[in-house]
Nanobody, 116 residues
């Protein structure tokens, strides 16, 4: 299956911003929906944002108005712009199809740490 490599994470202060990138190993033009997920230490992975091929998006309530998912099929890239970051956003962020295949091999993700 298609594999994804995430990048762009880092350490930022509360109120700061980051732009995450997701590079796909093959064309994503035929993938109906892509998503960003995150997993905080000791917690289950949760979906953060979804973008469908139509361009429609869905966000978890906790990030609405702060995060924006985008998709560039020509470049096989998915992005997540994260603004007004909070400590609760601290997690490892992953990208994958939405829904992900069962028993997916999740990559390393990219660490986002929000701390003063």
């Amino acid at each position: 299956q298609v594999q994804f490599v995430e990048s762009g994470g880092g350490l930022v202060q509360p109120g700061g911003f980051l732009r995450l990138s997701c590079a796909a190993s093959e064309s994503i033009s035929s993938i109906a929906a892509m998503g960003w997920y995150r997993q905080a230490s000791g917690k289950q992975r949760e979906v953060v944002a979804i973008m469908r091929r139509s361009g429609s998006t869905t966000y978890v309530n906790s990030v609405k108005g702060r995060f924006t998912i985008s998709r560039d099929n020509a470049k096989n890239m998915v992005y997540l712009q994260m603004n007004s970051l909070k400590a609760g956003d601290t997690a490892v962020y992953y990208c994958n199809t939405s829904p992900p295949p069962p028993y997916s091999h999740w990559g390393q993700g990219t660490q986002v740490t929000v701390s003063s």
